[in-house]
């Protein structure tokens, strides 16, 4: 069975930075898609990054100048490093787990980020 568990959220000033992290454990296949999402209070979930195995990524416009996502196959872990972090940056912080084969979608359970101005 496949489990993402996440860390690293928490409170941050304004220009302050966090790195998220997320590890998958269990068995799946290597073509897959690992990424965040987000979801403010009274918003829709939003993607931030995801990223592939072959490692290409992709941005929301609002972070892609702040924010990297990178991942370590052999850990099964991606990271989100954020830098510059925003008041609207607010938000829980899901991971997900896109695998190909199959089109299987694991979630996180989120972790909280806040940012003050």
């Known amino acids: 069975q496949v489990q993402l568990v996440e860390s690293g959220g928490g409170l941050v000033e304004a220009g302050g930075s966090l790195t998220l992290s997320c590890a998958a454990s269990?068995?799946?296949?290597?073509?897959?898609?690992m990424g965040w999402y987000r979801q403010a209070p009274g918003k829709q979930r939003e993607l931030v990054a995801s990223?592939?195995?072959?490692?290409?990524?992709n941005y929301a416009d609002a972070v892609k100048t702040r924010f990297t996502i990178s991942r370590d196959n052999a850990k099964k872990t991606v990271y989100l490093q954020m830098n510059s972090l925003k008041p609207e940056d607010t938000a829980d912080y899901y991971c997900?787990?896109?695998?190909?084969?199959?089109?299987?979608?694991?979630w996180g359970q989120g972790t909280q980020v806040t940012v003050s101005s």
């Open positions: 997900n787990l896109y695998v190909l084969p199959g089109n299987r979608n694991y």
């Open positions: 269990g068995s799946f296949h290597r073509l897959n898609r």
């Open positions: 990223i592939t195995s072959e490692s290409s990524t």
